[in-house]
């Protein structure tokens, strides 16, 4: 067992490392603000059996990273860093890119220096494909260059710039991991920038129609939560030393349509809900931006980090499929007890 710290833990992400580090009986120090996360992500993923019978300890921090004290605090006796606090999403970052860019650099760095004043063991920290902006090439690799498409992509490069600096400036040795379409339980199906997947099954759970933006036959790279959680585990406990800060793309390395998807989930969604059989989608114009093909190439971290997914995104739907429908039976259920509460 050894003594991590999760920024960003009640996050999509964030809480699912969570829950895979309390399996394996480690320690961990979670630190949040809750701009983004939420506490029912922390409950669920302390009360899963996994969690419970794994035997790790957590402890909770208040606070956000862009507060160097706040990061201080969080880094004491910790050996392993996954950083994972972001303001995550391509539309908000375009609406708003002061704050994006607030919390994506100035606390990534915040993170960096109390990690280096605490003599932490390695730094994990979150990138993203949208670093590759519109490079032709599929799949992708970890040298494809392309044009940046918006101030979250401009963030999630400097992070990478400023790893391999303070690699290089300081011995703090730091691992990018460049997401792909990551989806899992706990993903928030709400709110304007929610995304592909779990706003989908939300509207087939409710009897609404999805819109499929262009034809459908725009394809992505769609990696269940677990790959994301084994990735960073490998990265952090990799015994490597080199002048450089290296990044590696984590995803499944298999291209799936948007057509596919939402076939693969109306079938998935048809065993609790028969009448979602019926289900077909709207299809809208083409969104601005938009790469119409995206996939990774995982040989660099297959080779160098021993990294495979153990969940196709077959499996995964599965496993995601029944949590939000158990979830969206308790939260119907809450709120026909709130109803009924109220009438009384």
Request: proline letters at 5%; aromatic letters at 8%; a negative charge.
């Amino acid at each position: 067992p050894r003594t991590w710290l999760v920024t960003g833990v009640a996050g999509f992400i964030g809480s699912n490392l969570l829950e895979e580090l309390l399996a394996l009986g480690q320690h961990v120090v979670g630190l949040d603000d809750f701009s983004t996360g939420y506490q029912a992500n922390l409950d669920d993923a302390l009360a899963s059996p996994p969690a419970v019978q794994g035997g790790g300890t957590f402890r909770f921090i208040k606070g956000d990273i862009r507060d160097i004290a706040s990061c201080r605090k969080a880094m004491k006796g910790i050996d392993f860093v996954l950083h994972h606090a972001a303001m995550g999403s391509v539309p908000r970052s375009i609406d708003d890119p002061v704050t994006t860019n607030s919390v994506n650099v100035d606390g990534f760095l915040s993170v960096m220096l109390a990690a280096r004043e605490a003599n932490v063991t390695s730094v994990v920290y979150a990138s993203s494909c949208a670093v590759y902006g519109d490079s032709p090439m599929c799949p992708l690799t970890e040298d494809a260059t392309g044009s940046l498409l918006s101030p979250y992509a401009a963030t999630k490069l400097a992070n990478e710039i400023y790893a391999d600096v303070f690699q290089r400036t300081y011995g703090l040795q730091l691992v990018g991991l460049r997401y792909f379409n990551i989806f899992g339980p706990r993903q928030d199906p709400n709110g304007a920038y929610a995304a592909v997947i779990p706003r989908w099954i939300d509207k087939l759970l409710n009897g609404k129609t999805c819109e499929i933006l262009g034809d459908g036959e725009t394809s992505r790279d769609f990696c269940h939560v677990a790959n994301v959680a084994k990735a960073n585990i490998l990265a952090a406990t990799s015994d490597r030393s080199i002048g450089h800060s290296p990044v590696y793309n984590v995803g499944c390395g298999k291209e799936t349509t948007l057509n596919e998807l939402f076939r693969m989930i109306r079938l998935g969604l048809v065993g609790f809900q028969p009448s979602i059989s019926a289900s077909q989608p709207k299809y809208g114009p083409f969104r601005d931006g938009d790469i119409r093909r995206s996939a990774a190439d995982i040989s660099k971290i297959q080779q160098q980090l021993d990294y495979e997914p153990t969940h196709t995104i077959a499996q995964g739907l599965g496993q995601a499929l029944e949590w939000y429908v158990e979830h969206s039976a308790k939260s119907a259920s809450t709120e026909q007890e709130r109803v009924v509460a109220a009438a009384r």
